[in-house]
């Protein structure tokens, strides 16, 4: 019967050191280069972003405003219902409070679909000038050489860091 022999340990260790160092020697000739952008300071930062912001801030201003002064209708209520309830009749305290539920009520209502009109409206620009930043940095990296561009790191040399390369592309 033929038995196979396998390397020893110590044999494979060397062989694996051998060919991890010859990998390694490949790529530094290669000259590979790596590079990092923050897209949430982007994203935060950029004066797309800003424009953006004010947009929408713009956009929803009149509904929010419509919010705040049903609130602050409902609070007047409130108070008015507070002070007045210890002479109000049974009947008029239960329409009282039927009316401040029902205020409460529509004010919740629209808060809930202001806040996602709010939300969906800001995730379009914000996925807009995403796709924006991204060719910025494919044109930066094809114009550079680059080989690697990388978004998220632990730790990053700032020699390598073309955030504000971006940032100033994006504010032409």
Do not use: C, H
Not at 26 to 43: E, K
């Amino acid at each position: 019967m033929n038995q196979i022999s396998y390397p020893s340990k110590f044999i494979r260790r060397a062989l694996l050191t051998a060919v991890s160092l010859v990998v390694m020697a490949q790529v530094q000739a290669q000259d590979f280069r790596v590079a990092f952008f923050d897209g949430q300071r982007v994203l935060n930062e950029s004066l797309p972003a800003k424009v953006a912001t004010s947009k929408i801030e713009q956009e929803f201003s009149r509904r929010k405003k419509e919010l705040d002064d049903i609130n602050e209708r409902w609070r007047g209520l409130v108070r008015r219902f507070e002070k007045d309830a210890p002479g109000l009749s049974d009947s008029d305290r239960i329409k009282r409070q039927r009316e401040l539920t029902d205020l409460d009520q529509e004010f919740n209502r629209k808060q809930r679909i202001f806040n996602e009109d709010l939300g969906q409206r800001k995730q379009e620009e914000l996925n807009a000038l995403a796709e924006r930043a991204l060719k910025v940095v494919k044109q930066i990296a094809e114009a550079e050489k680059i080989d690697l561009v990388v978004q998220d790191a632990a730790y990053i040399n700032p020699r390598i860091d073309i955030t504000d390369k971006v940032l100033k592309a994006l504010s032409k």
